[in-house]
Nanobody, 123 residues
Framework: QVRLVESGGGSVQPGGSLRLSCAAS????????MCWFRQAPGQGGEAFVAIDSDGTPSYSDAVKGRFTISQDYAKNAWYLQMNSLQPEDSAMYYC?????????????????WGQGTQVTVSS
């Protein structure tokens, strides 16, 4: 059983930056894929970035060029650097992971989920 804990959320002004972390415990995640989802109030969830166990990233058009995903298997963690944040990026951010992934942006393909960290972008 893998436990995921997100951290690094907060409130920033438009154009600001945040770095989210997703720390894993319970197993070495060097063979796991991982995805960041986000959900704003009253809206459906959105998968916007993922990384597979080989380190290959996938980005949605909404965040491409602004967000960067990375991994540090020595720390059993993943990171999300978010730059040029905009109000539409405001949401609860969740990390999810699984050893086997059917489609990187399909929520049901991930076995393990964190509790989320809130990101608010406003002036």
């Amino acid at each position: 059983q893998v436990r995921l804990v997100e951290s690094g959320g907060g409130s920033v002004q438009p154009g600001g930056s945040l770095r989210l972390s997703c720390a894993a415990s319970g197993d070495s995640v060097s063979t796991y894929s991982m995805c960041w989802f986000r959900q704003a109030p009253g809206q459906g969830g959105e998968a916007f970035v993922a990384i597979d166990s080989d380190g290959t990233p996938s980005y949605s058009d909404a965040v491409k060029g602004r967000f960067t995903i990375s991994q540090d298997y020595a720390k059993n963690a993943w990171y999300l650097q978010m730059n040029s944040l905009q109000p539409e990026d405001s949401a609860m951010y969740y990390c999810a992971s699984s050893r086997y992934v059917g489609g990187w942006n399909v929520p049901g393909t991930y076995d393990y989920w964190g509790q989320g960290t809130q990101v608010t972008v406003s002036s």
